[in-house]
């Protein structure tokens, strides 16, 4: 009967048939070892010479790293044994001999790790959090669902140009250009006189010559937007749902942080409110710290540094000025410097992983603010709409999938945690 | 209190507040009426002239179709109301007028429609097909949650160009070509060593220029791949998915499906098994039936309509002529002519829904396969590699998600199960 190693705890005592991966063997003299991986867990084999035939003995004096076999063994719990238990091979088969397997446990250079995505994925640390990202989404989906979000699917293939104006992928459509969608925030908009609440979540693109830790040129984001919500409910909203998926994770992938040996005392806490500081009070502060910021300037990643240091739960940033932030922003109507939105950092440097707002609902300034960023009307006539047909009140704000979930698996590199990263040279595989 | 329409049952003989749009108005003298849609419902309300003041009495005078308004009245059950329930206005609060709607209560061309699909999406019949795409998705990932399958994103941006070499988009990568993904199945496959089930799930692009009712230029497809699956494994978890989504979606969108008058005896009894056709099959009934096919050459959208006319479940037809599919198919042993391989083909003439295979697992006869079809050997080294080190047996398929959603709800066009389509001549809004 074949199983799945997760699931030997059920068949102690029972003859198995497993199939997967040989990570590791080693033999000496008369009994011999392979460490088996199957997608589920990972579990060691133990060959005694003298129980098993001479087609088993040398079967597994054949295998390589990596080839794939199929084991019949009885299961033994082991305290010892990494997950618990053992396999006393009573058969076992090669399906396929591997060659030579080019990743090998010593240190090797990122360019060759990621030339070697393909097989890379197969490494403990990698499986982990990419198990944690999976894990990040379905709590994502499940948060939506459970608070009645209608998910909405916006195109990637637009003829507005969104955000960036600089940082666009093209295509030719049939003639006509087309833009890669940088966010989906604007059609999700559409869809709150239908729908209410609403969220899109899908691949986004930036084409930025950027090459830092913090970058990827296609990257994922789930992007809310709540009809008849202002800036406050916003970042309630954006606060239980942090806290929702670092449960989750918390919960769930508790095997997987081990592995990449998160200190999770760091995020256990994160729970709502998480504290805010206006963007004039973060000036203050950092001015305070002898930082050479002015009142006007977006904050840099440096700064954000010194801001976040003082607090270990993630940090709202609110109420930036106009100009550095988007055109569909409403204007704070106590201080018309600045618009209503919000940047949220994580703690321990992560940096922002939310950006929300609530968005301009006046006809005119909305108009006069797309002709300020000197943005083609014509492309935005649908969006215009919107405030001409029922306006209302309503605010959103874009989750990115990488940077939180190297927050919460504590990496470095968001490149890591997904499957196939886009960089600016680094198309393959 | 502010509360929305469809918990208004937990509201009876109390006074709340409602927001949202205002769908249709009409006065008799000293009573008027409304119909006020909020996104989660629809709910009548009456206003007595002699029970509120001047100013709600003229605000409901100045209500124009879709204008966002804010009422304050008491709940009370009503039978004959639709929704079951009528708002006593007490008060009501114009939030914004809105200009003259431009989509009335007759006959619109399509195209006029999709011009304006912003707004289109809030009509009854848009808003329940996109509720049912919704729960599709979400019972799409539950499924595979449940079963342990781990949820892989696959890129957008590729260096190697899948199965259509005729259709794809190009963009410019830094200098370099990219394509648009038109499957995630080449990246899931690297993934299953590492997680053994996976899937992945998001948009994908077909340069195509059809403009059949059947086709998008960008759609959304699941792709789960399973290792140590063969054929046979695929069908039966295919007709396990397929029999699940359906019945979500008639558990919880009972509602939406009245709205689209979707006669649910079609498809309430779809539950697996279904039933399965040899190719080879195929091709003998559709002769005695007097089609003009020839055993080599693929089926056509009229030789499926054909054969699914003598099943009311999909209906699988499996192991094609090899000529007919896509060179990674796993030749079948016992007929080299064929590969490993079926479509599942929905009831009522919606066609292919799902195309699944088992993969070719041997390295030289992919190589061949390769070369045979004249694609660029250098872009699949990496997908070679799987074969390389330590191949498996596995198997997995793709469901196109507008054309599943269509079947469900029984609409003819899957322009109108996905929110803002991509056709030949469309990419506005």
Redesign the interface.
Known sequence: M?V?I?DLSAHIGESVAL?G??ETTRSHGKVAFLIL????GVVQGVVLKKAVDDATWEAHGSLTQ???ARVVGRVKQDDRAPGGFEVEVESLEV??L??E??IQPKEHGVDFLLD?R??W??SSQ??AG??V??EV??AI?DFF?RR?F??????????SIGEHAGTL??????G?P?Y?AQTGQL?VE????????VYCF??T?R?E?SKTRRHL??F?MVEPEV??ADSEDNMRLQEEFVSYLVERALENCAEELKVLERDTSKIDHVKPPFPRLSYTDAVARLTERGHDVTWGDDLGASDEAVLTEDYDLPLFIYNYPKEAKAFYMKENPDDPRTVLCDDLLAPEGYGEIIGGSQRE?DLERLRERIREEKLPEE?YA??L?????????HSGFGLGVERTVAWITGRHHIREL???P?L??R???
Chains 1, 2 share one sequence.
């Open positions: 074949s799945v997760k199939e991966w040989v991986r199957d997608g589920t990596e080839s794939t399906m396929a591997a060659e397997y080019p070697h393909h097989l994925l197969r990698q499986r990419l198990k990202r999976s989404q379905q989906h669902y009645d209608t998910r909405i699917d916006t195109p990637i293939l637009t003829g992928f093209e295509t030719d459509y049939f006509d087309a890669m059609y559409a869809a709150c006189p239908a729908f209410r609440n899908g691949p693109f084409a010559k040129t296609e994922w009809a008849f609902d492309a649908w969006y709409d919107l405030r001409r047909y029922g306006s209302f009140p997904i499957p196939f886009r600016m040279n198309l393959y595989p």
